[in-house]
């Protein structure tokens, strides 16, 4: 089945400064790859999605770039700001799958 | 309703005690997933409903777990005989078909 992977499990950025969290996925047919946003005691928040027949989509200061070639997808969050600081999941369906795989998490810390 | 509901909040039951855990999707969600995320880890997929289908209960990780669900109204996880290793946040989630997931706030489920 459908594997993913996210790295790096931990990131700390200065207030400003871009982050960027990248997920590699095993199986080429995958064709929808969400990212979730979740803060302390809440649940996962969807925040961008992208699906595979695009490279690149953007909403303000978040961005997610698909490598189909590659199997992998990023999220890039620009002019971080405090509260951006949060638990991030990517995830990945396969079209024969009933659900989704999550990514084990990266720990955003930015720093004021 | 507006969101994912998951009740209790909390639940704190001694080790052997069968606990039942609800979730109340978004009005419409035909899809209901459950999955469970112990401290500091990612999310792991326990069980999908599908409308009136057969749900895919590949995820759960004994007989002991079990989960129940009405049309495409309320679900009901229940555990069994509970143990230690049960210990998590038990997240709940709903989608239309091939959408991204909406998460409810979770139950997090302590076993002592």
């Known amino acids: 089945g459908e594997n993913v992977e996210q790295h790096p499990s931990t990131l700390s950025v200065q207030e400003g400064d871009s982050a960027v969290i990248k997920c590699t996925y095993s199986?080429?047919?995958?064709?929808?790859f969400p990212w979730y946003k979740q803060e302390l005691g809440k649940g996962p928040q969807l925040i961008i999605d992208?699906?595979?027949?695009?490279g690149e989509k953007k909403d303000q200061r978040i961005a997610v770039t698909l490598n189909k070639t590659a199997k992998h997808f990023s999220l890039h969050i620009t002019e971080t700001q405090p509260e951006d600081s949060a638990v991030y999941f990517c995830a990945a369906r396969h079209p024969t799958t009933n659900y989704m795989r999550f990514g084990a998490g990266t720990r955003l810390t930015v720093k004021p | 309703g507006a969101g994912v509901s998951q009740s209790p909040s909390n639940k704190v039951t001694e080790k052997g005690k069968d606990v039942e855990l609800r979730c109340d999707p978004i009005s419409g969600h035909t899809a209901l997933y459950w999955y469970r995320q112990r401290l500091g880890q990612g999310l792991e997929f326990l069980i999908y409903?599908?409308?009136?289908?057969?749900?895919?209960k590949s995820g759960l990780p004994s007989d002991r777990f079990s989960a129940e669900r009405t049309g495409e109204s309320v679900s009901t996880l229940t555990i069994q005989r509970t143990q230690q290793e049960d210990s998590a946040v038990y997240l709940c989630?709903?989608?239309?078909?091939?959408?991204?997931?909406?998460f409810g706030s979770g139950t997090r489920l302590t076993v002592v």
């Open positions: 989630a709903s989608s239309l078909p091939g959408g991204g997931y909406t």
């Open positions: 199986d080429s047919a995958s064709n929808y």
């Open positions: 992208i699906r595979s027949n695009v």
């Open positions: 409903f599908q409308g009136n289908s057969a749900p895919d």
